[in-house]
């Protein structure tokens, strides 16, 4: 079911930004909230024409005060899908719910004493939630000036239908004060179910490396951690590699700090092709990254990463210069739990290892230049 909602919801979402994954929990709500609606105004008009008793006259008042508002639901989902203007589109849905709101207290008795007037914390709400603080505010100032205005209309004696001379009246207002409860409940879930997306999104930020995009140390750490709680538990041990690009500081010097992050950049993305998908590849800083080997009770398994990861150095990284060079590492690889029991010990075997790598083999990974 929530599968054949996502699809339905995702066919008036734009392709263009069918990715954007900041944003696409919102364009979910305003559709799902337009749909929603239509789905309504059918429910109430089928109860208008086959269970409600009203006369013919009635039924086509219905029928034309209600079909409007479903098509003018339906071409705010067009108009996005098509111009992918979400302001454009959510603005216009706002705006039929806050002229169908003011008709509603125009007509059932004005806003001074009617919980009509309580509809009108939708705008508001769904701006906010939807648009941002700026656009919650105007759509609040509108709202507060329509009161208003309607409120001065009453004190001045301006005649308005009584809700108490409708059909039904408790159940007008029942209903009315259940859809102002309702979008104040809404807001303040949506507001923080917000809350907690931008959270995790900071958090995310923060264990994320710019440059390369990906994990940082602190994220590092934080897998090294969760793979020995993993062992405790399930009794399955890991590796551990600690990588350092060898003499990377002349790259910089002779080319530019700019030719040296492309480097990195290409380095990591090539270190992404010789990991499974259950590893996780982190930059702990400058020319420094490090691979955590889950499930890998077998030693072979990782000097096979290493030996991949070597065969993917020989291949020249390409410079904007127009010059390409050829990046060696050295690479320092422990075992969980053979080589060390605690985070502390097994970061410092695999950095002790790469760094004797480093030393014995400093000849033979150089960087070598070519135009």
């Given amino acids: 079911m ?15 930004l069918a990715l954007d ?28 024409i086959f269970f409600s008793g009203q006369s013919a006259s009635g039924t086509i008042w219905t029928l034309g005060f209600t079909l409007p508002l479903q098509l003018w639901l339906l071409s705010a989902l067009m108009l996005f899908r098509l111009t992918q203007r979400f302001g454009a589109a959510v603005n216009s849905s706002l705006g039929l719910m806050f002229l169908t709101v003011a008709g509603v207290i125009a007509f059932l008795g004005g806003p001074l004493g009617s919980v009509s007037v ?26 507060y000036a329509v009161v208003m205005v309607g409120s001065v209309m009453e004190l001045m004696e301006v005649e308005f239908p009584d809700i108490e001379k409708t059909p039904n009246p408790k159940v007008g207002e029942l209903i009315h004060l259940n859809v102002a409860y309702f979008s104040v409940m809404v807001m303040i879930v949506l507001y923080e179910l917000s809350n907690r997306r931008y959270r995790r999104e900071l958090v995310r930020i923060a264990r994320r490396d710019d440059l390369t995009r990906l ?9 090294i951690g969760d793979a020995i709680a993993y062992y405790e538990a399930r009794q399955i041990p890991f590796a551990l590699a600690y990588i350092d690009l060898n003499n990377f500081k002349p790259v910089n010097d002779e080319h530019g700090h700019s030719a040296g992050d492309r480097a990195l950049r290409v380095f990591a993305e090539r270190l992404g092709k010789v990991i499974r998908s259950q590893d996780q590849l982190c930059r702990l800083a400058g020319d420094e990254f490090a691979i955590l080997l889950n499930d890998c009770a077998d030693e072979r398994l990782a000097r096979l990463v290493v030996e991949r990861l ?36 097994l970061l410092h075997v695999a950095d002790e290892r790469m760094y004797r790598h480093k030393r014995e083999a400093k000849r033979q990974y150089a960087i070598e230049y070519s135009d």
């Fill in 118 to 143: 309580s509809l009108l914390f939708a705008p508001p709400v769904f701006a906010f939630v939807l648009l941002g603080l700026k656009a919650g505010l105007i759509w609040a100032v509108s709202v």
């Fill in 310 to 345: 070597r065969r993917q150095m020989e291949k020249p990284i390409l410079l904007d210069s127009g010059h390409s060079i050829t990046l060696s590492a050295s690479i320092g690889l422990a075992y969980y739990p053979r080589d060390a029991t605690t985070l502390e010990a």
């Fill in 215 to 223: 994990p940082n140390r602190t994220a590092f750490y934080q897998y």
């Fill in 21 to 48: 994954s900041q944003n696409l929990h919102r364009y979910q709500l305003f559709i799902a909230v337009n749909l929603s609606l239509v789905v309504v105004i059918f429910l109430a008009q089928i109860y208008a």
């Fill in 2 to 16: 929530k599968t054949a909602a996502n699809r339905i919801v995702g066919v008036f979402i734009p392709p263009g």
